[in-house]
């Protein structure tokens, strides 16, 4: 994983055929630039042997494979190359495609995306290419990737002040009390907080609080409910 990108400035389209068009650079900085994240791996025989055994929360979670995969190498190089000319495609990026077609041809507006000669939107992908061989990633991408299936829980865009988990993740993670701080966690759980910043979501240093997004994925693992991991 590595800092996210949003689309600026314009290069080169080469046609890709029906899935999209290979474009150029899509923000200003430059690979050198980026800080790649790269989840850690994890000695689970040790932990344990330090009385924090986590092999059922990752079985549950199907998950064996995953923690495999992040002790091989990681290609830096190429994930830069990738995120500089990333962009993603989703409800909104399609509307504007409709809506350009519709600004070039009036005659399109009210068409379906089909009859304006447009793939059918499915899902959100991020789109990009490595040395000009376009790469479409989806969650269905990840999925295979980690050997995982595409299901389970998973929650986003919460209110953290009048969300409905914000007393269900107290009473989890901070054992019902009101102002739950880190101290207040199971080691296991606190472990688990860890392997979620490092190996899951990896976001750098900092000491930043989880989000209640983050705090609802980790109530998941601690209360063994599928958590959709790709999602």
Request: aromatic share 10%; charged share 30%; glycine share 6%.
């Given at each position: 994983?590595?800092?996210?990108?949003?689309?600026?400035g314009?290069?080169n389209?080469?046609?890709?055929?029906?899935?999209?068009?290979?474009?150029?650079?899509?923000?200003?900085?430059?690979?050198?630039?980026?800080?790649?994240?790269?989840?850690?791996?994890?000695?689970?025989?040790?932990?344990?042997?330090?009385?924090?055994?986590?092999?059922?929360?990752?079985?549950?979670?199907d998950?064996?494979?995953?923690?495999?995969?992040?002790?091989?190498?990681?290609?830096?190089?190429?994930?830069?190359?990738?995120?500089?000319?990333?962009?993603?495609?989703?409800?909104?990026?399609?509307?504007?495609?409709?809506?350009?077609?519709?600004?070039?041809?009036?005659?399109?507006?009210?068409?379906?995306?089909?009859?304006?000669?447009?793939?059918?939107?499915k899902?959100?992908?991020?789109?990009?290419?490595?040395?000009?061989?376009?790469?479409?990633?989806?969650?269905?991408?990840?999925?295979?990737?980690?050997?995982?299936?595409?299901?389970?829980?998973?929650?986003?865009?919460?209110?953290?002040?009048?969300?409905?988990?914000?007393p269900?993740?107290?009473?989890?993670?901070?054992?019902?009390k009101?102002?739950?701080?880190?101290?207040?966690?199971?080691?296991?759980?606190?472990?688990?907080?860890k392997?979620?910043?490092?190996?899951?979501?990896?976001?750098?240093?900092?000491?930043?609080?989880?989000?209640?997004?983050?705090?609802?994925?980790?109530?998941?693992?601690?209360?063994?409910?599928?958590?959709?991991?790709?999602?």
């Amino acid at each position: 994983m590595a800092t996210s990108s949003s689309n600026q400035g314009t290069s080169n389209q080469v046609a890709t055929g029906d899935s999209y068009q290979i474009k150029g650079r899509t923000i200003k900085l430059e690979e050198w630039q980026l800080e790649v994240q790269v989840e850690n791996p994890v000695d689970f025989v040790s932990l344990a042997r330090y009385d924090c055994d986590l092999s059922s929360y990752l079985r549950y979670q199907d998950l064996s494979w995953y923690f495999s995969m992040l002790d091989g190498p990681s290609y830096e190089n190429l994930v830069k190359y990738f995120w500089v000319r990333a962009e993603i495609y989703d409800k909104h990026a399609a509307k504007a495609e409709e809506d350009h077609l519709v600004l070039l041809n009036p005659d399109l507006k009210g068409k379906s995306r089909a009859e304006m000669g447009l793939k059918k939107f499915k899902q959100t992908e991020i789109h990009s290419n490595v040395m000009r061989i376009p790469i479409t990633i989806t969650e269905e991408v990840i999925g295979k990737a980690c050997r995982r299936s595409v299901d389970g829980a998973f929650k986003w865009n919460l209110n953290k002040k009048t969300s409905d988990w914000i007393p269900v993740v107290k009473q989890s993670l901070f054992k019902g009390k009101k102002d739950g701080k880190y101290s207040d966690m199971e080691k296991d759980h606190k472990v688990l907080q860890k392997l979620m910043q490092e190996c899951f979501l990896p976001k750098g240093g900092g000491v930043d609080q989880p989000s209640l997004e983050h705090k609802v994925f980790l109530h998941f693992l601690i209360t063994f409910e599928k958590v959709n991991l790709p999602s």
